[in-house]
Every structure is written in structure tokens, then in C-alpha cells.
């Protein structure tokens, strides 16, 4: 199973496909740099004679903009120096499918061209597709998964913005970690999430309540890198999608309360033959330990972690999940079957051998923290690099250790990688400056903010 969206197949008449699932408008969009779905709804008829062919045009802002949809200045891509000019979103007509729950409503994901027909290089799904062709080009076939934590809360997300975030009521209350008789309590709601993503394809292996109150996980079953992104992106949509018809909001911000869990947005892979007849990380020798290749891409993955951190944390509030023993990776440590490190090795004798990279958060965009553990695991694997000892125990002690600490701030991650020569190798120069302004500027918002806290704790005291 490849686990891409189904749903059209390109070797099929398009129109009669539209007519025989009376499909009257198209979500037509592509994943920004926040790996947010953005783009238009598009009329059936106009998608049949030039979108569907030729694309949609939109500014290309939108790899130039924050999550909030403000320009961010000094980027050398886009900006009132450029004024703001359109590119084409350009269908993948693998990904198109009818909207479950929608009638008449097809989606497809695109991938941006600029005017001339070329790749914008910047964009996160050209980058992992680049990323992809680099381990294909080596004779690699990267095999990826995604489990994503994230929060449901009473109210629709226009009534939790009127009353500005505060006085938050999860779904359900108290900490009930794979309860069985508390999902049942929700299930009419998960339920529904899991039915109508597997009528796209996007199949959740598990779904389980965590460590948060009103929070859960979703695994989803895996597949080829850049279908597994795309699956990561329409499941989050929908995840939101489908909360809010019920009333609820749901929320994959990396740590939305202190003394509640972090979401995370666990990722894990790896390598088999082109043709999938071989599973590069499996060891029939000893399926306690990974083979030596994949003991090489486990290193390469973390010996550039902390490179690619801005990557993984890409705001100032995703540091808070690793601080502290959350359940996150936060130093450069690997372990097998153990969930306090970076990277967990989970070993076999077939196909299932794969590493798990635990430092991304669930606000982490899919295509980007694909593309890093990729390029990472290539290097490691070029190099022939060694993981070393495995930790055995807890590795949130390696804290204390700063040679081996992650970047604990969003300013500390970013000048690593504007630095990284092993990020500008693989992601190219452009891409490393253009997305290391991107979170220069996220830090400054998060640095002029004045924040709930501040008040609380100075507006009567100081």
C-alpha cells in the first residue's frame, strides 16, 4: 500500500469522473510554509477547461507571509520590492478526491510554478520532492509515517477567539491515557475523523486518548515520503474541518497549556530498494539492533539535528514542549524502544525496522520535518556515521550536557541553521535564507508580544 490520497485516477476522463460524483466546486490549494492548506475553491467547469491543466494563479505571498496571513519583511522571494506577483498552484491530479461529508465538493493538492513554468524551489512539497529524488538518486526509497497529538475544545474556533483563548474546556476532562471506556465517550467525533479520512485513503492505524486533558493521537499507516506529508496535511485539515461542524475546536499548537502535555508530531522511517523488495533498516541477523545502514542514517540524524531544529520547533512556543521531561526529544540521544530520546530506534528482522524522529511538534510542517530527517539520515549514511552508545534510562539527564542539548529558543535554533553548510547542501541557499528570515521574524513577534502572563504577573505588583 502506497497510502497516497485515492480517490481520481489520472487515466481516467476527468469530466465524467466530476459527473458521475456531481462534483459542482474544487478546494483547489497548496501547503504554505507553516504547512497550512491554503487556496480557493474553484468552480467545476472552470477546473475542467484551465485549472486543471494550467493551474490557478495566486501571489506568491504565500510563502512569504506568517501563520496570521501577515507579509514578513526583508525576504528577498517576495515583498512590496516585488509587488507581491502571481504564481500558478498547479493540480496533482494523484491527490484529487471528493470531499467526504461535502456533497459536490472534490479537493486537490498543488504544487506552485512560477509564470514561466518553472518550480518555485521554495516551496515545502517541491523541496521534499527534491529531497526524495536525492535518496531515489543514491537507490534509496524512503518509507514514512506520521502520529500527530492534538487538543479538542468545546466551542467553534470563532466563539474561542471572542473570548480571546481564555478559559479553555477540553472535550473531556482529566488525564485518561488510553482509556477504553473514555474513547467511547468521543468517539463520535474521532470516529467520524477516521471514517471520512480513510474514504481518501488516509488510513489511522490508532487513535487513543493521551497524556493531555481532551488530547489524542492518531497514527497513520505509512507510505511514500511525499504521500505521507500530503496525508499529514489533509489530516490535519480535516481533523479541524470536522471538529468545528461539531462545535468543538481542534488545535495541534506544540504546548497550549503549562501543566498539560505537549503535542507532538512523532515521525518515523525508513529506507527500502526502489522496487520495496528489500527493507534497508531490517537486520535478519539480529532483529534487536537496526542494520548498519540504518545505524548510519540514525546517526546522520542526529549528528544534524541540531541544525535543523528551526525546522522541527518552528515558533517560540514549540521549545516549550521538549523542556522538562515531556515525552520529546531535546538532546542529541538515541535508545532502542525508548521514548526519552531524540531518535528511537525500533529494530526488526523486517520490513516494520525504522528509527522514529521525536523532536518535531505536531505545529511542525509535515513536507519540511520530512525533508530534514531525510537529508540528515542521507548525510549519516554517506558519511558512514556512528549513532555511539545507545542510552538506556532516562535521556532527559543528557540536558545538563550543552554539547548535546538541543537549541532551548527559536533565535538560538535559527542562527544554527542560517550557518548550517549541511542545510544549504541539501536545501539550497536560497531556501535556507529565505525560511531562516521567516522564523527571525516569528521571534520578534513572539519578543514585542505582551502576553497574558506579563499582566498577570507585573500589572499590580511592579
Known sequence: MNNGVRGYDPSTDLRTYFEENGIKVVKVGAPDMEGIWRGKRIMAEFFLKTVATEGSHFSDLLF??????????????????????????????????????????AAVICDAFSLDGDPIELAPREILRRMVQRAEDAGYRPLCAYEFEFYLFEGSPR??????????VPINEGVYAYSICRDSGTDWLIGDIRDRLAEIGVFIEASNSEYGPGQFEVNIHYGDALAAADSALLLKNTVKEVAAEH????????????????????????????????AYFANPEDPHALSELGMNFMAGVLDHA????????????AFKRVEGGQFAGSNTSWGVDNRTVAVRSIPSSGPAARVENRIAGADANPYLVLAATIAS?????????DPGTAIIGNA??????????????LDKAVDLFAKSEMAKKYFGEDFVEHYAQMRRWEAHQARIAVTQWDVERYLERM
Not at 528577498?76 to 509587488?83: A, I, L, N, R, S
Not at 502535555?261 to 518515523?268: L, T, Y
Not at 532527559?396 to 542539548?405: A, G, K, N, V
Request: glycine share 10%; net charge negative.
Open 64 to 105: 512569504g507571509w506568517d501563520v496570521q496571513g501577515e507579509p514578513i519583511l526583508g525576504l528577498k522571494h517576495t515583498g512590496p520590492h516585488t509587488g507581491f506577483p502571481d504564481m500558478a498552484l498547479v493540480p496533482d491530479l494523484t491527490t484529487l478526491h471528493v470531499v467526504p461529508g461535502e456533497p459536490g465538493v
Open 306 to 317: 541540531h541544525e535543523l531544529t528551526a525546522l522541527y520547533l518552528p515558533t517560540p512556543n
Open 396 to 409: 532527559y539527564e543528557l540536558d545538563c550536557d550543552e554539547s548535546r542539548r538541543l537549541p532551548n529558543t
Open 159 to 168: 466563539e474561542l477567539a471572542r473570548n480571546g483563548y481564555r478559559d479553555l
Open 377 to 385: 539520515g542521507l548525510e549519516g549514511i554517506q558519511k558512514k556515521s
Open 247 to 278: 462545535g468543538y475546536t481542534a488545535s495541534f499548537m506544540a504546548k497550549i497549556k503549562t501543566e498539560d502535555a505537549g503535542n507532538s508530531g512523532h515521525v518515523h522511517m525508513s529506507m527500502h530498494a526502489l522496487d520495496r523488495s528489500e
